[in-house]
T-cell receptor
Framework: AQSVTQPDIHITVSEGASLELRCNYS??????LFWYVQSPGQGLQLLLK??????LVQGIKGFEAEFKRSQSSFNLRKPSVHWSDAAEYFC???????????FGAGTRLFVKA | SAVISQKPSRDICQRGTSLTIQCQVD?????MFWYRQQPGQSLTLIAT?????????ESGFVIDKFPISRPNLTFSTLTVSNLSPEDSSIYLC????????????FGPGTRLTVL
């Protein structure tokens, strides 16, 4: 069965520091992979997505993620975090044979001055 | 991309009553979904709203408790029936379309508090 694991429940980084949020998935083939961000009181916004091709994908707000098939990972990175990046981040796996998406438990990012 | 609106944005309801949430998409979409997000938790899929037919419910969710309608390709409603405090959650509507590889667009959510 498909599953998504985000090992870190919360992470605190200093403003200006680099960020990496971890995501591991379980899926029988190459899945569709997503990162979403949810600010307090808001819906989810897509940061970036991977379907095929180049394993390093660029997203909005300066985020990028790298698909590593050998590690079943799709980690999210940002070279310099801004205070406005404080939010909940969800990794998700899409079923290539259908329309469903499985979401990870989320990682809450705190940014300190 | 699709823009999704939900009404109401929040509500406080009494135990035993029902709340109907509306979801409107600004373009025709193939698939619409309803999720529940309990406080501090991830998203749990309640059901897929099928246009012109009964919704497809996930394990643990039943039609009597969460009746769903989808009369056309841009609109859906979710009713949460016989409310109890355990139903206090954020309810999210999302949509995707063929050719979008499961990329979903989300509404802003409806925050429900049951007293």
């Amino acid at each position: 069965a498909q599953s998504v694991t985000q090992p870190d429940i919360h992470i605190t980084v200093s403003e200006g520091a680099s960020l990496e949020l971890r995501c591991n998935y379980s899926y029988g083939a190459t899945p569709y992979l997503f990162w979403y961000v949810q600010s307090p009181g808001q819906g989810l916004q897509l940061l970036l997505k991977y379907f095929s091709g180049d394993t390093l994908v660029q997203g909005i707000k300066g985020f990028e993620a790298e698909f590593k098939r050998s590690q079943s990972s799709f980690n999210l990175r940002k070279p310099s975090v801004h205070w406005s990046d404080a939010a909940e981040y969800f990794c998700a796996v899409g079923d290539t044979g259908g329309f469903k998406t499985i979401f990870g438990a989320g990682t809450r990012l705190f940014v300190k001055a | 991309s699709a823009v999704i609106s939900q009404k109401p944005s929040r509500d406080i309801c009494q135990r035993g009553t029902s709340l109907t949430i509306q979801c409107q998409v600004d373009s025709q979409v193939t698939m619409m979904f309803w999720y529940r997000q309990q406080p501090g938790q991830s998203l749990t899929l309640i059901a897929t709203a099928n246009q012109g037919s009964e919704a497809t419910y996930e394990s643990g969710f039943v039609i009597d408790k969460f009746p769903i309608s989808r009369p056309n390709l841009t609109f859906s409603t979710l009713t949460v029936s016989n409310l109890s405090p355990e139903d206090s959650s954020i309810y999210l509507c999302s949509a995707t379309d063929r050719g979008r590889f499961n990329e979903q667009f989300f509404g802003p959510g409806t925050r429900l508090t049951v007293l």
